[in-house]
């Protein structure tokens, strides 16, 4: 497709449950973001791959996060055993380059936690 | 510690009138700034950015500035449409991005 997609766009999920969230970025882009949005908080970042290598994943927030792009193009954030605290918005941005470029968003994930 | 600031919450501007949305920074490294605007239920969508070597930068209707002396930035836009009303967030670059807590804008027709 012509942009970021993701994938559910709805995720309610029972509290120690483990959910998967997939981004499909612009095809070709090199980057790829993966950002936090609390209600009425910008986003924040969470991970970054270049290719298929995960160069900084330094704003995950604990060891339940996990985010893989095993073959440099689709990604996908896990989140084990989650908690009402996990409950945001999950953002995916691509962008053509390394370094600082220009990132184009999907319309992300709400995940909810019961 | 927030390194992005846009302490507006919200904002309301007269169709035909100047929207100037405001951002302030702590990080003195920030050598690059771009504005998203954002609809409900939809991602950031790009708007306009700065390099911190230039002070001003313009695309149609939307001029952004930046003053790093005062780690201050902000959005003019000129007319202000109600396609416009959104929210607004400024964000900061080093290596990753850093974004604020969003200027909610609304264009009164």
């Known amino acids: 497709g012509a942009g970021v997609s993701q994938s559910p766009r709805y995720k309610v999920a029972k509290r120690g449950q483990d959910v998967a969230l997939r981004c499909d970025p612009i095809s070709g882009h090199v980057s790829l973001f993966w950002y936090q949005q609390a209600l009425g908080q910008g986003p924040e970042f969470l991970t970054y791959f270049q290719n298929e290598a995960q160069l900084d994943k330094s704003g995950l927030p604990s060891d339940r996060f996990f985010a893989e792009r095993p073959e440099g193009s689709v990604s996908t954030l896990k989140i084990q055993r989650t908690q009402q605290e996990d409950s945001a918005v999950y953002l995916c941005?691509?962008?053509?380059?390394?370094?600082?470029?220009?990132?184009?968003f999907g319309a992300g994930t709400r995940l909810s936690v019961l | 510690d927030q390194q992005v600031k846009q302490n507006s919450p919200s904002l309301s501007v007269q169709e035909g009138r100047i929207s100037i949305l405001n951002c302030d920074y702590t990080n003195s490294m920030f050598d690059y700034f771009l504005w998203y605007k954002k609809y409900p239920a939809e991602g950031p969508t790009f708007l306009i950015s700065?390099?911190?070597?230039?002070d001003k930068n313009e695309d149609g209707r939307f001029t952004v500035f930046l003053n790093k002396s005062a780690k201050h930035l902000s959005l003019h836009i000129v007319p202000s449409q109600p396609g416009d009303s959104a929210v607004y967030f400024c964000a900061a670059s080093v290596t990753q991005f850093y974004f604020g807590t969003g200027t909610s804008l609304t264009v009164i027709p």
């Open positions: 941005a691509s962008s053509s380059g390394r370094g600082k470029n220009i990132q184009y």
């Open positions: 700065i390099s911190s070597i230039k």
